[in-house]
């Protein structure tokens, strides 16, 4: 009795866990009548930060539908291949080997973490395959390698403009905390913010750190209040930087609390409640500062996913459109995958001025050398209502 | 000074929380010297069972409470009977090993069902006094008790250590007042003779999963109120549990809460003090220096055969 039981529980397992391989492949052979031209789409979509790779994925879909019903590349069908690295360095340099060797991919887009770029980077410049990141804000992300770009920002400007927010915009702010993710991301970012914020004059009274993955800030927090900052300055992503504001306020700490563009998701104001009500941001865009086509985006990809996109879907769009575009200008059917890859990369590198550069809907996308975007401005928001809106107040001449 | 009491006040209800995890550990060690690893992943059902019985079901949180608490029982008891009893005479590394894969699995299943977003109690589910908050214009806290020299102590958190309190006194008078109890002690002592005592041994273990996991399901629920839920929330919270039971003699219920306790205050001293990048380091390094002085833990009896 009890054997049998046990048996039709592993009988059970089996066949829930054999199903979905089968179901996959079933799907891909189907599809490959027409030509496909296959791009990677690495993200966390699974993880702590899988609340980005969500939005990430379904602004690439969105893009990816639009330019084959547009006729496609060439006559040429576009395949995206949603690759998920969990968020996690490790993880993505597992995901950039399989990508590297797969002589279909032409191309990625991606990695949205910092931490995952800097694992790809190594690997796909001895590939010689582009990376191009529609999230990762590290500087380092896009320094040593010729293969790796980015249509946003990096850090080096973001930490210098919150600084410059906080001392210039905000009114009686003086003394500063950090709270910062110890990756990557969150220590060039507490880096960039620190050594400005000195020069400026605002006091640093606090600069703890965490662990991804925690969840239990009170200790770090109650020494912080101890402190008494004017603002808190938390340079990490949402999940921890929700529970942070959240334990804060429970806390008693009526300080200012300040995010950059990690803090940037929905999932941020459904986790914080009302504890998030106030919180400035930084983003690399918002839709309230796009024009006609981005308005027309937002349209289309509710209509396709029945909620509203947020700044990451709007960037992954445009980076899907920019190596559609390389491959429309570029891509050979008769040289080799080697050649193909290199010609994207040239091609993107060439975009170096902003007469050549690329009108998505996150504005104009140029290069520098290191293949860095510039040119892009940050744009402050605010918790109102438990919403994310456009601050009243914006900082448009740091450059 | 303020910013003494309150941080160690701060460690106190995560020991709470540590050692009502930990006495799951230590009386399934104590009775049949299995390191459950798949208790960790019971913390985190009771909070996700809870969740799904507020937000699916409309349940009030109190009846959700108990709900919670009991279906992670029959949780705990499903787990022994399929996954442990047939091992029972089998080498301990089996066992050991399928404990291992019962967590993985339901690990897993968790992430399956819920996805790896994570989750909280909806504020407004929730009774009022376990909401403290401050009002940002005045500075003032609600459903908190304000402490000299600034501090303050949220209702929750009172109700966190009054509740582990309760439950380790109630715990305690269980074993050692009633007659489940003593067979419990009776089985833990030599699980064959109580057999051949008349003891229905299976069914006193069946009885200390029960016990075990509700415990651990309302640990979950008292995360869920402060921290997010998550699949992997029983892992992190399980590892520091564990330590805890170790640190007081696995096997030992007094030791297992006094571990949690010291644990608790480890992580948050060494979190507020030192660097939070050390903080379970700390409780390890404190974990290993218990041991190495004392092999057996705190309370725990060097036997010989065990441990």
């Known amino acids: 009795m009890r054997n049998w039981l046990v048996g039709l529980l592993i009988v059970g397992f089996v066949s829930v866990l054999g199903c979905q391989p089968q179901d996959k492949k079933n799907t891909s052979t189907t599809q490959t009548t027409q030509k496909e031209l296959k791009v990677a789409v690495a993200a966390p979509y699974t993880g702590g930060a899988a609340a980005f790779g969500e939005m990430i994925r379904r602004g690439a879909e969105l893009k990816e539908k639009e330019i084959n019903e547009a006729g496609g590349i060439n006559g040429m069908k576009l395949t995206l291949l949603f690759e998920d690295d969990a968020g996690k360095g490790s993880e993505a340099s597992l995901v950039a080997e399989r990508i590297a060797n797969n002589p279909q991919i032409l191309a990625v887009v991606g990695h949205f973490n910092s931490d995952c770029s800097l694992a790809g980077q190594e690997i796909y410049d001895r590939a010689g395959i582009v990376e191009l990141s529609p999230g990762s804000t590290a500087v380092e992300v896009c320094e040593g390698s010729p293969w790796t770009f980015r249509n946003l920002y990096h850090d080096g400007f973001q930490g210098k403009f919150i600084a410059h927010y906080l001392d210039n915009v905000l009114t009686g702010i003086e003394s500063v905390a950090v709270f910062f993710d110890n990756d990557a991301y969150g220590r060039g970012l507490r880096n960039a913010f620190v050594a400005e914020a000195e020069k400026i004059g605002l006091t640093l009274v606090a600069s703890e750190a965490y662990e991804r993955d925690s969840t239990n800030f009170k200790a770090q927090l109650t020494s912080i209040k101890a402190k008494n900052p004017d603002a808190i300055f938390i340079s990490g992503l949402y999940t921890e930087a929700s529970l942070i504001v959240k334990q804060g306020r429970e806390a008693g700490i009526t300080a200012q609390f300040f995010g950059a563009d990690g803090v940037d998701s929905p999932d941020f104001l459904t986790i914080a409640g009302s504890a998030a009500e106030g919180t400035y941001l930084t983003t690399p865009f918002t839709f309230g500062a796009g024009g006609a086509e981005a308005q027309q985006m937002a349209a289309d990809f509710e209509t396709l996913h029945g909620v509203a996109p947020d700044t990451w879907a709007a960037l992954t769009y445009d980076a899907v459109g920019m190596i559609k575009e390389a491959l429309e200008k570029t891509y050979n059917a008769e040289a080799s995958i080697e050649d193909n890859r290199k010609a994207i990369r040239e091609h993107l590198a060439s975009l170096d001025t902003p007469e050549k550069g690329y009108e998505g809907i996150t504005g104009l996308t140029y290069f520098d050398i290191k293949g860095d975007t510039v040119n892009k401005p940050a744009y402050v928001k605010i918790v109102k209502d438990g919403q994310f809106v456009a601050a009243e107040k914006q900082l448009s001449e740091l450059k | ?307």
Request: proline share 4%; net charge positive.
């Open chain 2, 1 to 307: 000074m303020a910013q003494l009491l309150e941080q160690f006040i701060n460690g106190l209800v995560l020991g709470g929380i540590y050692a009502l995890i930990a006495v799951g550990y230590t009386m399934v060690y104590g009775i049949i010297q299995l390191i459950n690893f798949a208790h960790g992943e019971i913390f985190m059902f009771g909070a996700y069972l809870a969740l799904m019985l507020i937000t699916v079901f409309n349940i009030p949180f109190w009846i959700a409470l108990p709900a919670s608490m009991l279906l992670c029982a029959l949780l705990g008891m499903l787990i022994d009977l399929v996954a442990y009893r047939p091992l029972r005479d089998a080498p301990r590394l089996s066992a050991l090993i399928t404990a291992i894969g019962i967590s993985l699995v339901l690990q897993n299943l968790a992430r399956m069902i819920w996805s790896a977003r994570p989750r909280l109690f909806p504020t407004e589910t929730l009774p009022a006094f376990l909401v403290s908050e401050v009002n940002m214009q005045t500075g003032e806290i609600l459903n908190a008790i304000p402490l000299p020299g600034g501090g303050i102590l949220p209702y929750r958190d009172v109700f966190i250590l009054l509740l582990a309190v309760v439950l380790m006194i109630g715990l305690n008078r269980l074993i050692y007042l009633t007659k489940i109890g003593k067979a419990m002690r009776a089985c833990a002592q030599n699980r064959v003779a109580s057999n051949l005592m008349g003891i229905k041994t299976n069914q006193v273990i069946a009885v200390t999963f029960a016990i075990g996991s509700a415990l651990g399901a309302i640990a979950g629920i008292m995360v869920g109120l402060s921290e997010n839920i998550t699949p992997t929330m029983g892992y992190y919270k399980g590892v520091a549990a564990f330590a805890a039971a170790v640190l007081g003699g696995i096997g030992n219920i007094t030791g297992a809460m006094l571990g949690g306790i010291i644990i608790g205050l480890a992580e948050v001293f060494g979190a507020g003090y030192i660097s939070s990048g050390y903080r379970l380091a700390i409780a390890y390094i404190i974990m290993i220096a218990v041991i190495v002085i004392r092999p057996s833990g705190l309370f725990g009896k060097s036997t010989g055969t065990r441990a």
